[in-house]
């Protein structure tokens, strides 16, 4: 990972405001995908909401590059930077 993703991960911890369910999760797909690349293992049971829709947000950016994936979480967390402070 490089300098500027690293920084983001770190700015999004100090945002003043806490994002919207939907930016926290498409933050965290964005993380995965960067990180881990595509999505593995089993989709979580029906029981287990939160573990199921970040299961989900991971596997909606199937096949995106993780250099692709790096710059839009870059991207998003600048944008929650302005937004929340």
């Known amino acids: 990972m490089d300098a500027t993703f690293t920084q983001a ?3 999004v911890k100090a945002l003043k405001k806490r994002p919207s369910d939907g ?6 797909g964005l993380f995965k995908q960067a ?3 595509d999505v593995t293992g ?3 049971g029906l029981f287990d909401l939160k573990g199921r829709k970040k299961y989900e947000a991971w ?3 199937k096949g995106t590059g993780k250099e692709q994936a790096a710059a ?3 991207k998003l967390v ?3 930077a302005k937004k929340l402070g």
């Open 59 to 61: 596997a909606k950016l």
């Open 42 to 44: 089993d989709k979580p």
């Open 72 to 74: 839009g979480y870059v």
């Open 23 to 28: 930016e926290l999760l498409q933050l965290y």
């Open 35 to 37: 990180t881990a690349g």
């Open 9 to 11: 991960a770190d700015r």
């Open 78 to 80: 600048d944008e929650l």
